[in-house]
């Protein structure tokens, strides 16, 4: 059975940080990629961070450069998403995919709310 289990979420201050995880299970893990989505009240659902299986090559939203890293542990079958100097912008839920070729898993999400 495919899981993937999102974790960390919280309220935090403006200029705050907050570490999301994305525990995963079910499927040969480090032969994904793997993506950060958010989705905010009344918004699309978009692209945040995402890694590479092989070379981990990373990509960010212009919105989140140089304050997210998204990284990821094969050995613990786990995605990373460090988020630092928060802005009440990047409030929303946030959820993890994982994709090879066809194959698409999207796990439950996460709230993160960024207020004073």
């Known amino acids: 059975q495919v899981q993937l289990v999102e974790s960390g979420g919280d309220l935090v201050q403006p200029g705050g940080s907050l570490r999301l995880s994305c525990a995963c299970s079910?499927?040969?893990?480090?032969?994904?990629?793997l993506n950060w989505y958010r989705q905010a009240p009344d918004k699309e659902r978009e692209l945040v961070a995402g890694?590479?299986?092989?070379?981990?090559?990373?990509k960010y939203a212009d919105s989140v450069k140089g304050r997210f890293t998204i990284s990821r542990d094969n050995a613990k079958s786990t995605v990373y998403l460090q988020m630092n100097n928060l802005r009440p912008e990047d409030t929303a839920v946030y959820y993890c995919?994982?994709?090879?070729?066809?194959?698409?898993?999207w796990g439950q999400g996460t709230q993160v709310t960024v207020s004073s």
């Open positions: 995919k994982a994709i090879r070729l066809s194959s698409v898993y």
């Open positions: 079910g499927f040969t893990f480090s032969i994904y990629a």
């Open positions: 890694i590479g299986s092989r070379n981990a090559d990373t």
